[in-house]
């Protein structure tokens, strides 16, 4: 940008006379031009070239205005022009002639400024025009919601199911650590052992069958083998090579399995009977719906459990839980897994509706929660649903909706919303006091990400109609 010409002094005044609003430019410029006219000495109009170099005239008085933050988007009405002169532009932070803008234009060294201003609307993906729009406001704030309820659920699994061994290889070594199983299920007992590869220890368990058992079917067991891994399914790591542990009360390879087992449903069965019916039955839905999850796999594959034991359905301790939260469920009895002819109906609701009246058995007094229990066993053995619509029903069960939103023309959508929101602030404040989500959590945000309008409308039809 060109420097403007100094004004001449007219006799008699001892300031200089600017004939408009003086126009600020870059002092690096106007340092310059000055130099450069003093090193040249050329003299300035009416003084002859005897009299001394005379001084450069004065600098304006600055008029500071202070800075507003302004959004670079923003349209501004300009402010009036006199007549005769030439409108000026705003480019940057600079008020300029259109001469000059035409002179800037063709100097790419000096760009002219941007406005530094990248607020919270970056992080939103707003505009300070969607923020007087709530639908836009509200809309982002919802995707934010489920992409945090996401990260939490997908961490929590990654903990959970974290520290799982890879397969078996020749070279790793194994310890038995106790002569007597650890849990002894309807048809397998459970040793502790260690699988050591290099300076990394495993437990693990050795999967013997029971003495007597029925053989079991190979097809489960080509199944289970095959599987991925899931948090309700028990996965196989390979066979203890036979003669690897000389000390082992079995003969022959047996199966080794990642998860160590503590009880069995029907052991914790005898020993939960103790609690408040309330927490009792907040248990046993806890247990059906990962039960049920597990079986929706198995139908996903076309594969049914011909007979569904709470002595072959092993209970683990969440990896990073408290000891008094809720157990992790294994389905283990792949031995009893068949292929299951295609039908429109659930190939395991009957024997869920049957497990779900033995497992309520020893609760003494009703509750809502039971009530909804009896209720969906019920429905299991009339309307023989799939699992994944058993577990729909569970999770409507624990968290909502409840049967006062049936059929009531309520936009499930708004309370589903409403759901997400105080879910994260709750998982917020008991971050901020230090508290590590559990086992519960991880369910709840599973069941918040995915449900939609119609997989809740379905749930409370199943229960309630």
Not at 119 to 131: A, I, K, Q, R
Request: glycine letters at 8%; aromatic letters at 4%; proline letters at 11%.
């Amino acid at each position: 940008m060109s420097s403007p010409e100094p004004p001449t002094e007219t006799p008699g005044s001892s300031a200089p006379t600017w004939p408009t609003q003086p126009t600020y430019c870059n002092l690096g410029e106007v340092r310059a031009h000055l130099l450069s006219s003093k090193a040249c000495g050329t003299p300035t109009s009416g003084s002859s070239s005897t009299d001394p170099q005379p001084l450069p005239p004065p600098l304006p008085k600055k008029i500071l205005a202070r800075a507003r933050s302004l959004p670079t988007h923003r349209v501004f009405s300009p402010s009036p022009t006199p007549a005769g002169k030439p409108p000026r532009l705003l480019l940057g932070s600079r008020s300029v002639d259109k001469s000059q803008a035409s002179d800037d234009e063709a100097r790419p060294a000096c760009p002219p400024a941007e406005l530094p201003f990248c607020s919270l609307d970056t992080e939103l993906g707003l505009s300070l025009h969607d923020l007087h729009c709530p639908e836009a406001v509200h809309a982002a704030l919802e995707a934010r919601q489920l992409e945090g309820l996401q990260a939490v659920q997908a961490r929590l699994r990654a903990r959970f199911l974290g520290g799982r061994p890879g397969p078996c290889c020749s070279h790793h070594s194994f310890r038995l650590l106790d002569s007597l199983p650890c849990v002894e299920s309807g048809d397998a007992l459970y040793y502790r052992m260690v699988q050591v590869d290099k300076e990394v220890w495993h437990v693990l368990d050795a999967k013997v069958p029971s003495p007597g058992a029925k053989e079991p079917h190979p097809w489960g067991l080509e199944l289970q083998a095959s599987l991925p891994l899931r948090f309700n399914l028990q996965g196989l790591c390979g066979l203890v090579p036979e003669g690897a542990l000389p000390e082992a009360p079995w003969n022959g390879p047996v199966a080794l399995v990642a998860e160590v087992p503590e009880s069995t449903v029907a052991q914790w069965l005898v020993e939960a009977g103790a609690q408040r019916p309330a927490d009792f039955a907040w248990a046993v839905a806890l247990l059906l719906l990962q039960l049920s999850g597990a079986l929706e796999h198995l139908e996903a594959r076309g594969a049914a459990l011909t007979e569904l034991r709470p002595e072959n359905l092993l209970l683990v301790a969440p990896r990073g839980c408290a000891a008094s939260g809720p157990p992790r469920l294994l389905l283990a009895d792949f031995g009893r897994v068949h292929q299951r002819p295609s039908e429109p109906l659930g190939a395991h609701a009957l024997q869920l509706g049957r497990l779900l009246r033995t497992l309520l058995s020893p609760v003494p007094l009703a509750t809502p929660l039971t009530a909804g229990l009896e209720r969906l066993a019920a429905q299991l053995a009339r309307a023989r649903p799939s699992a994944t619509m058993t577990r729909g029903a569970l999770q409507a069960l624990l968290w909502g909706p409840g049967y006062e939103l049936r059929g009531r023309g309520t936009p499930l959508g708004l309370w589903l919303r409403v759901r997400r929101t105080l879910l994260v602030l709750n998982l917020a404040q008991r971050a901020a006091g230090g508290e590590v989500p559990g086992l519960e959590d991880w369910l709840c945000c599973e069941y918040l990400v995915e449900a939609t309008e119609a997989s809740m409308g379905h749930a409370l039809e199943l229960l309630w109609d």
